[in-house]
């Protein structure tokens, strides 16, 4: 099946990370995934949520949104929907994965997600993106001696395959998103799985399609993580 922009089925749109994309936080980043395009940033603030007060513990939290025109439709400024919600919560676990908590002392890093533009895929090119804001972030901390070392456990990417005319396709962009059978988003740390969302949406699917879109998944990952790190050495 020809794929809408040429690509081939386990092909990867172009991916762009750009770092110090602004001026003022302490980590930023804009992505671009083919024509998806989220500004990502990290802010490192001397607190931490009451609950954790005492427990030497830091914290990593996210927010995410999408302005008003960065879909084909204008939507309302400042609203927060139940789907914005949950990714932000996705976003959040995501990043905490990859940090040791324990060794940031009584610390928080904001992650915020901003979509400038969407085609298929911003909840997992905001992960992807923001892993490296983060990191740029605890570097900060570290020059601040808020933090003796970098407290990471690994890199942290994501990605969407999906079922699409009963082929498996890796990183869906929008018109292959809504036309999915089966649709996917896939969080790893390293060669460990974050988290895996998955829902037939016009068909069930077995055993064997998972699997094949679970690798599919991983080769896509390994790829953006190859591209972090790329990013990071500059």
Known sequence: MPRSDGRNNDQLRPVEITRNYLKHPEGSVLISTGDTKVICTATVEENI???????GQGWVTAEYGMLPRATNDRTGRNRVTGRDQEIQRLIGRSLRAAVHMDRMGENTIKIDCDVIQADGGTRTASITGAYVALIDALQYMVDMDLTPDLPLRGN????????V???????????????AQVDMNIVMLDDEYV?????????????KTLDELLDLAKKGIGELITIQNKSLES
């Open 49 to 55: 949520p009451g609950w954790l007060n005492g427990s």
């Open 156 to 163: 942290v990417g994501a990605v969407s395959v999906g079922l």
């Open 165 to 179: 005319k009963d082929e498996c396709l890796l990183d869906l962009c929008y018109v292959e998103d809504v036309a």
């Open 195 to 207: 988290e895996i969302q998955g829902t037939g949406e016009h068909s069930t699917f077995d055993r």
